[in-house]
């Protein structure tokens, strides 16, 4: 049976050699390109940014993107045929920047859709940020109230790379296939927490503290889950030789395993994302750089048969780089089958990224193909690739009939975008 892929991006770009047969990119939303000086919650950011997807059993689903203008993180289901919904209003906080969304389906209900992001209420500490989350029990029609989960002063979500150099995002939800919805961030004073809701988001867990250090902040978590085990990984700040950690939890979430480092390395370990397929095997993905958090990097793959104690040598895979990319950074993960598929930044120069690649393995990650560049996904009138207050976003994912990856692109004082390309296994 065919397999549609959905993909989120910009404009034209080389035609990719993967065996897929992509469709023209169709635009989602279109915005203002000002991004003036941080002033907090005062400051004039009219652009859009911040894509992210989930994709139904039937070859839908739904988008999510912030309206940086309004404040507003927005939701809008879309059809297989490309008709889409009206885009709903999710966090209603039109004084607060609402930022960088994860979008998840219930596997138990799909007309229940959850959204959790970064909220900049600055509530005492020396950083904004706290975790908002929010539900739809109708399809995407309509989302209830949204909820504080982590309730902290001390700026949820943000990733404190260097002292004075953070990255927004830094925060991931996922559901089992029970429907237990899992919730991970850091905070700007380097703890790592974890929280959890049995009852489709109605009530979360206190947050559970993973890792608290103040001098070696977590960041980026990642969370996936399979087998009854969760897995939780990170990176680290203020170490410019920083390992991916991982930490697992038998018991449903009440309490993890010590952390490990999961490969050790000369450079920094970065973004890391992980997903379980259907034997039990962890794939996990991150970027990799030489030089520091900001220098060159490329995406390794690893993988652990043994539920995340050991894991196979790191592999890269964003060699060669795919058009005139010199950098790789930030990467997604997505299963499908034997499929592993894996999108990630490409920089033209170190300063902004422009476009995505995509390598793919047909053999459950023995192997992976060429990578190359996703046709769509550089802006044709130059503009870079958005995320522009953290691009630890999840912009790749699959359903049962598809996959979707997002970008957005903004081009300073003229325009942003967000688009979506079809495309299928041929």
């Known amino acids: 049976m065919r397999t549609w892929l959905l993909v989120l991006a910009a404009c034209s770009a080389p035609v990719i050699r993967e065996p897929i047969e992509w469709s023209p990119p169709i635009e989602i939303a279109h915005g203002g390109g000002q991004k003036g000086p941080w002033k907090q919650n005062d400051s004039v950011f009219n652009y859009i940014d911040d894509p992210t997807v989930a994709l139904d059993a039937h070859g839908g689903g739904y988008i999510a993107w912030v309206d940086n203008d309004a404040k507003e993180v927005l939701v809008q289901r ?10 709903v209003n999710v966090s209603r906080t039109p004084t607060v920047f609402s930022w960088l969304p994860r979008l998840v389906i219930s596997p138990r209900d799909p007309k229940r859709v959850f959204v ?31 909820i504080n989960v982590s309730q902290s002063p001390n700026g949820d979500g943000n990733a404190r790379i260097e002292p004075d150099h953070l990255l927004n995002g830094s ?6 296939t029970g429907g237990t919805l899992y919730a991970a961030w850091s905070d700007y004073e380097g703890t790592l927490w974890f929280s959890r809701s ?50 697992t939890s038998s018991d449903g979430g009440e309490t993890f395993t010590p952390a490990i480092v999961v490969s050790r390395t000369a450079g920094y370990s970065g973004a ?6 259907v034997r039990g095997t962890l794939h996990l993905v991150h970027s990799e750089s030489r030089d520091g958090p900001f220098g060159r990097s490329h995406i390794r793959y690893m993988r652990s048969v043994d539920h995340g104690r050991t894991f196979e040598a790191p592999r890269e895979i964003s060699a060669p780089p795919p058009h005139d990319a010199t950098s790789a950074a930030f990467p997604s993960l997505a299963l499908d089958g034997e499929r592993v598929i894996v999108t990630w930044e490409l920089y033209p120069a170190l300063e902004h990224p422009r476009g995505l690649a995509l390598a793919f393995s047909a053999d ?56 979506l390309i079809r495309g299928r296994w041929r």
Not at 78 to 87: C, I, Q, Y
Not at 118 to 133: P, T
Request: charged share 20%; net charge neutral.
């Open 198 to 247: 049995a009852d489709d988001g109605s009530h979360f867990t206190p947050p559970l503290p993973i890792v608290i250090n103040r001098t070696r902040p977590a960041c980026a978590p990642a969370l996936a889950t399979g087998g009854g085990v969760i897995y939780l990984a990170w990176t680290i700040g203020e170490d410019p030789r920083a390992d991916i950690h991982l930490a």
């Open 78 to 87: 879309f059809e297989p045929s490309g008709w889409r919904r009206r885009a």
């Open 272 to 277: 890391p994302k992980i997903a379980v397929d």
């Open 116 to 146: 959790l992001w970064q909220e900049m209420v600055f509530s005492g500490g020396s950083h904004g940020g706290e975790i908002y989350f929010a539900r739809s029990v109708d399809g995407g029609r309509t989302f209830e109230t949204p």
């Open 364 to 419: 459950g990650g023995v192997t992976f193909a060429r990578p190359t560049m996703i046709p769509g996904s550089r802006d044709s009138g130059g503009g870079d690739n958005g995320s522009l207050q953290g691009r630890l976003m999840r912009k790749l994912a699959v359903g049962d009939n598809g996959l979707a990856v997002v970008n957005s692109a903004m081009l300073g004082d003229v325009r942003s975008r967000v688009w």
């Open 171 to 176: 925060l991931d939800l996922i559901a089992d």
